[in-house]
Each structure stands twice: as structure tokens, then as C-alpha cells.
């Protein structure tokens, strides 16, 4: 019986005191009283990223919050406060990552409509509306800037 406990002891502590890190993490100083929500994770911030940033995902103009939540295994309501922490709400972050992906085919002289397609966007219209929102001016006129 005293044989048992003894073996079961080490095992309580190490598990109370084994703590997981990336590499990512080993920087980051958190006070031991502040207790980060799932969507401040930094697990989650790179799962989110990663997920989002892969072409097949952003490529495709019916990629929903729903989608992504369920590729990173949590819920939708995660994900959205998420995005809300990064300043911005799901279709504008996602928006961004899709003119991130826009901007060298532009300047490569891409015809719209295939940067469009390309880029995930729904319409000439949204890529349109989503670029100049973000960089203040249309896409055609960004691309005359670069490519004069």
C-alpha cells in the first residue's frame, strides 16, 4: 500500500508543476495570476493564423468563421473574439489576408477578374471595396503606381 502512494506522488507533481512552452512562449513573461482566455492562447493565435494563411482555405469566397473554427478545433465564438482582439472583425481579417495574397499578382499584371478568383474574393466588386478600404485607393490605380 505505501509502495502504491509513493509511485503515484511523483507522478501528481510532475504534472502539477510540468508546464508546455514553444518556442514562441519561452519570451513571454505572464504573471502566474493572470489567467489568458482560449482566444489569447498564443496556441490558438498561430493555429488561427496558419489555418487562415493556407491558400486553400482563404482561396475559397464561402470560407465562413464557422470554417475556421472547426479546422482549428474550437467554437465560432473563439474565433470571432479572436479577430476582435486583433482589431478587426472575421470578414476584415480575412479580407486582409486575401490582399496580402492580391498585391504581387497585381503588380504582375494578373488580370483582375483572375486575381479575384485567385485571392478568394467573392466579386470584382468585394476586391474592389476591400482594397480600397484598406490601401485608399482602386486596384488599377495601384498597379499604374507600381508599375510606373
Known amino acids: 500500500?505505501?509502495?502504491?502512494?509513493?509511485?503515484?506522488?511523483p507522478v501528481a507533481d510532475e504534472a502539477q508543476t510540468a508546464v508546455e512552452t514553444t518556442p514562441q512562449m519561452a519570451d513571454?513573461?505572464?504573471a502566474p495570476h493572470v489567467k489568458l482566455k482560449a482566444w489569447q492562447e498564443p496556441h490558438f493565435d498561430e493555429a488561427v493564423r496558419?489555418?487562415?494563411?493556407?491558400e486553400k482555405n482563404f482561396s475559397d469566397p464561402d470560407l465562413s468563421v464557422q470554417d475556421v473554427a472547426q479546422g482549428v478545433g474550437t467554437n465560432r465564438t473563439y474565433v470571432s473574439r479572436w479577430c476582435k482582439e486583433q482589431g478587426m472583425d472575421f470578414s476584415t481579417y480575412i479580407a486582409h489576408i486575401r490582399l496580402d495574397h492580391a498585391l504581387p499578382l497585381l503588380v504582375s499584371g494578373?488580370?483582375?477578374?483572375?486575381?479575384v478568383t485567385m485571392s478568394g474574393f467573392s466579386s470584382p466588386r468585394s476586391f474592389r471595396t476591400a482594397f480600397v478600404a484598406r490601401y485608399n485607393c482602386?486596384?488599377?490605380e495601384y498597379r499604374t503606381r507600381k508599375q510606373s
Not at 1 to 9: D, F, M
Request: a negative charge.
Open 1 to 9: 500500500n505505501g509502495e502504491a502512494e509513493e509511485e503515484h506522488e
Open 28 to 30: 513571454m513573461v505572464i
Open 50 to 54: 496558419h489555418f487562415c494563411s493556407q
Open 110 to 115: 494578373y488580370p483582375i477578374n483572375e486575381i
Open 138 to 140: 482602386t486596384p488599377s
